[in-house]
């Protein structure tokens, strides 16, 4: 039998992010904009989960006081126990370094950079071992399909490829969760479905934790757990049961050059809308 005292541990154990009545207010031209308005959110180790909502319901400040990129202007946000609000300035930037990872829309990859040295780069800054480091960007690059784009720059990828090598760069230090904001809204429906496919499958394989940012329906809908903003708070908060399937891809009658693209191929085979549970 599990003491009342394990079952705490266990329980505290399980949750990676604990966020509790924190808003967010802007100076703006000398007025202050209320822009979080009391969030309370807990984040499981190995939860996937969507941030939905329209436009300007808070969703990039959120994942961005969730990065440590800003601070709250009140509450607390908890990494496994460790109130980060409280840290200085140097001890955060090393916290978003080892245990966080980010994938923006654009994706901000070095342009004078190969591929593996774009993912290398968050080990170079940490002052990893630079052979070991390649290796592991390397195979990092072979997980999500880029084995054979290692050497080349960004200019020389495509979009979809680009969000690859994005990807990779964020689970590079192994993180403890990967922040993710819109990270497939510039990329044709085929490219994304395929990069969403990898976040599951990245999720099943390393456990990572995905908190996704998305306009995109189908993957929220997709996904375990969606939280839906609105106006600054969370208006609603849903967890889809256990085996609910992978994600699937929706017939949409798809063009022949999507089908055919590189980043199509062996994921989009993948892809077994039969499979899909629901
Ligand atoms: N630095 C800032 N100063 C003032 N207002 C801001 C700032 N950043 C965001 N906002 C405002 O906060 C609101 C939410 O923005 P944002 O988090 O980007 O929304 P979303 O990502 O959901 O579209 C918007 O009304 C935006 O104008
Ligand atoms: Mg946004």
């Known amino acids: 039998m599990t003491s009342p005292t394990t079952a705490k541990a266990t329980e505290a154990n399980k949750t990676l992010v604990a966020v509790a009545g924190m808003h967010k207010k802007f100076l703006h031209e000398g007025r202050s904009v209320h822009v979080l308005r009391g969030i309370d959110l807990m984040i499981d180790r190995g939860e996937m989960l969507s941030v939905v909502g329209p436009s300007g319901a808070g969703k990039s400040t959120l994942l961005h006081i969730l990065g440590t990129l800003d601070l709250p202007s009140s509450g607390t946000i908890h990494y496994e126990g460790h109130d980060v609000t409280r840290y200085s300035p140097s001890r955060l930037a090393a916290f978003r370094n080892h245990s ?15 591929a593996v040295e774009n993912v290398m780069m968050p080990g170079m800054i940490r002052g990893a071992e630079k052979t070991k480091l390649r290796a592991d960007a390397s195979s990092l690059l072979e997980e999500v399909g880029l084995g054979h784009r290692l050497t080349h720059r960004p200019g020389e990828l495509s ?15 192994n993180p403890i969760v990967v922040l993710a904001d819109e990270p497939t ?64 891809t929706v017939e949409r009658g798809g063009s022949p050059a ?12 993948d892809l077994d809308p039969t499979e899909a549970a629901d």
Do not use: C, Y
């Open 100 to 114: 966080l990872g980010f994938v923006f829309q654009s994706h901000h990859l070095l342009p004078e950079f190969t």
């Open 159 to 173: 979009g979809g490829e680009q969000a690859r090598v994005a990807l990779a760069r964020a689970l590079v230090m």
């Open 185 to 248: 809204g510039n990329l044709d429906s085929a490219t994304s479905d395929a990069i969403h496919q990898l976040f599951f499958d990245l999720n099943k394989r390393r456990g990572t934790t995905f908190l996704i940012v998305t306009h995109n329906n189908e993957l929220a809908d997709s996904m375990p757990r969606k939280v839906s903003m609105r106006d600054g708070q969370i208006e609603s908060d849903v967890r889809r049961g256990p085996g609910t399937g992978p994600f699937r």
């Open 258 to 269: 999507d089908a055919g693209s590189d980043d199509a191929g062996p994921d989009a085979a």
